[in-house]
């Protein structure tokens, strides 16, 4: 595992990306800069690479399903040990998928929370379908989507914090 560096802004994070295509990006919702989950919708959108690990100080199930929905592979949380971070890189850099599971309970909770058109949408994300097998289904663009997704990830999570971007294991 090597740390390839860290960015404040999205500008900087694209070029570090580009620079580097680092296998896992961690993000720090917690820190000033960038929105954690709508970077994660916005760079799972693009590719699959690279896997995002969020490192959050707040967590719960509401977080954990809407970081699902935006293709997050991985929530520690900083309470957490340094070795559940590190376990949480490994894991995500070789496809697994740490995320914590989601209770049936907070499925429910959430899709209650939605518009009826949105819950289609959650299941199948929380099943893992990808975004174009969505559409497919739908009978949607892949944009309607991702629009649709990018709106349920801002409601879920009430208010989304800044985030630092920092890529690490290449």
Known sequence: MV????????????????RTDPSVL?????????????LSLRLKRRSAR?????HSGRGGSRLTVAAAVAGVDAVVAKSDTEGALLEAIRAAAHDAHPLP??????????????????RAILAMRLAGTSWAEIATALRVSAATVYERAASMVVYLTAATRPAEATTAAR
Not at 3 to 18: C, F, H, I, N
Not at 101 to 118: C, F, K
Request: avoid cysteine; hydrophobic fraction near 45%.
């Open 26 to 38: 961690i993000l720090d919702v917690d820190h000033p800069g960038l929105h954690g989950l709508a």
């Open 101 to 118: 599971a989601i209770s049936l309970d907070a499925q429910a909770h959430a899709a209650e929370a939605l518009e009826p058109r949105d």
């Open 50 to 54: 690279p896997r995002i690990v969020l």
């Open 3 to 18: 740390l390839v560096g860290s960015a404040r802004t999205e500008p900087e994070l694209d070029t570090l990306l580009r």
